[in-house]
């Protein structure tokens, strides 16, 4: 029996980490009926000649969209797609489509559906409904437009044990082309969904409810085993919001990578407040699994601002990590982010402090400093809204929503120029330099210890020669 073809759809994006989402909706397909192809827009040399070529056999067309610059190259090929094969379902998922599940498909006539949360049963009950043409009104976490052109919006789905989708086909894509575009042999994996915690500018407590999900750590490191031994990666990237939410789940997996003898180093998401409830020996035995990096979202140095963003983290529990790790040789990234509405300058002041202690605390911290931005779906930009902040209003006016550069109502000019300054001055003063920069450095120091940053010849330098794009 001839395999009918599922096509999907990874929007051009900034960095190369791989199409989880479209590799865990089309693993759940049995693959004796379905032929998955993945094309990436980012990999992919000529994406829309791929996708015609498959055109003839398909049966659905799904993309993942994340809000901001990556929905408009998603419209573009959605449009086209729907041109060439007018009655081809097309769906859309991920974190755009579960924050506005009807507002997308208001907008955009080529979308039929979209997908809310966690995506792999609601996909695979879909596209058994494509292909038996059979009603969608069944299919939990989707919105619609039916056949009299109404927009339903189905119940949501509750979140299902993620062992139940452990067995994710990395074959779907071509791993080799990843590792060759990221410079590196790494592996991105995701072992959990969702988060218990609620902070005030993170949409994860709007589109999982605060629940979370992981796989288990035997299953897991099964996995990874029958993966390394495939793919013979040096890293793994967990794309975790929280990897290390229980430490009796990390503790187990990393005694079980350490058994099998898996040679990899990995880097994760911790929560100090997760982190610090560790010992120096958690730690270690991390280390000694491969925990090469952390990430430790510190979002303010004022505990005012830390309590008013519902961190649910102290200062001090930051320190206690960043101790331990500077003990271990870990390397870790705490970044934060200026400009929240109403900040004071004593907030911003306390974020500067902090910043500049914890990078002077090992070479291999780093503090990237991102500015505030009302993403959809979380509970200081539902406020900002309510104060007459508009919001773009369209799925078209979301694809201009871009994450770099503009700084909104809550960031003046001249702060943002002197953060731009303080951000370059910090890495550079802080980080491993070679011996010819050395004296360069020192006056990196003295820069961020007075704040002095008039006339910055090195950083105009840089910018001019070396400047690569960054997401902070
Ligand atoms: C990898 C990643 C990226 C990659 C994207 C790689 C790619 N594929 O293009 C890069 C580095 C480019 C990136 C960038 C950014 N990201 Co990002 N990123 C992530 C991260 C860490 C993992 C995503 C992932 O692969 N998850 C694993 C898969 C399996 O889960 P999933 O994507 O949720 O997919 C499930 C469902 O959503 C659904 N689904 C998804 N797609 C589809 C498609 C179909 C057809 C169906 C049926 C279902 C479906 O089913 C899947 C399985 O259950 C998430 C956090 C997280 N843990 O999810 C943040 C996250 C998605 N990023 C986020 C943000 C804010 C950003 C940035 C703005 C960061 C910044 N500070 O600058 C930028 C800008 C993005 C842009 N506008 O260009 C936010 C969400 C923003 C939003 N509203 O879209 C998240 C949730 C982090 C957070 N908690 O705030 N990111
Ligand atoms: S920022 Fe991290 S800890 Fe806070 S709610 Fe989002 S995912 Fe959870």
New binding site residues.
């Given amino acids: 029996m001839k395999r009918k073809k599922i096509l ?1 759809y ?2 051009i ?3 190369f ?1 791989m ?4 590799i ?2 089309g693993s759940v397909l049995d693959p004796e009926k379905y032929e998955v192809i993945i094309i990436d827009g ?1 990999i992919d040399e000529n994406p829309m000649e791929t996708i015609k070529n498959h055109l003839d056999d398909a049966i659905c067309f ?9 929905i408009k190259d998603a419209v573009t090929v959605t449009q086209a797609v729907k041109k060439l094969k007018n009655d081809l379902p097309i ?6 489509t ?2 506005f599940p009807k507002q997308t498909l208001i907008d955009e006539i080529s979308i039929d559906v979209t ?1 809310q ?4 049963d ?2 695979k009950e ?1 596209v058994e409904a494509f292909e038996n043409k059979t009603d969608l009104a069944a299919v939990k976490g989707i919105c619609y437009r039916n056949s009299q052109g109404e927009i339903i919006k189905n119940p949501p789905r509750t979140i299902v044990k993620m062992d139940a989708f452990a067995n994710v086909n990395y074959e779907l894509i071509d791993v080799e082309k990843y590792f060759e575009k990221k410079g590196r042999r790494q592996l ?1 994996y ?1 072992s959990s ?1 969702g988060c218990f915690f609620r902070c005030s500018f ?3 407590p709007f589109v999982y409810n605060r629940k979370w999900t992981a796989v288990s750590p035997e299953i897991m490191v099964n996995k990874l085993e029958e993966l390394y031994k495939k793919y013979k990666f040096t890293d793994v990237n967990l ?3 929280t990897y290390f939410t229980y430490r009796d789940r990390v503790i187990e997996i990393s005694e079980r990578i350490i058994e099998k003898g898996l040679n990899f180093t990995w880097a994760a998401t911790m929560r100090a407040d997760q982190g610090s409830r560790m010992t120096i020996e958690d730690f270690k035995l991390c280390a000694k699994s491969g925990l090469r990096r952390l990430l430790i979202g510190v979002e303010s140095g004022s505990q005012v601002m830390m309590d008013w963003l519902k961190k649910d983290i102290k200062l001090e529990q930051v320190y206690m990590c960043a101790e331990r790790c500077k003990e271990i040789g870990i390397a870790v990234q705490f970044p934060f982010i200026v400009g929240f509405p109403e900040e004071s300058d004593e907030s911003i002041t306390e974020t500067i402090k902090v910043a500049l202690e914890l990078n002077s605390m090992h070479p291999n911290f780093r503090t990237p400093i ?1 500015y505030f931005k009302p ?3 979380t509970t200081i930009t539902d406020n900002v809204v309510k104060q007459g902040y508009k919001l773009p209003e369209t799925v078209h006016e979301w694809s201009d929503f ?2 770099v550069g503009s700084t909104g109502p809550w960031v003046s000019r001249e702060k943002y120029e002197f953060f731009e300054k303080f951000k370059f001055y910090l890495k550079f003063a802080y980080s491993k330099q070679k011996a010819v920069y050395l004296p360069l450095q020192l006056i990196a120091k003295l820069r961020c210890k007075y704040k002095f940053f008039n006339l910055p010849i090195e950083k105009k330098l840089v910018d001019t020669f070396f400047r690569k794009q960054e ?1 902070a």
């Fill in positions: 999907l990874n929007p994006a900034v960095f980490d199409p989880l989402a479209l865990a909706v980012r799904g993309l993942t969209v994340l809000t901001g610059k990556p769906v859309w998922g991920g974190w755009h579960s924050l997908v949360g966690q995506g792999e609601a996909f879909l991105d995701i969904t993170c949409a994860d794309q975790d919001e991102f993403y959809p779906g871009d994450f997401l």
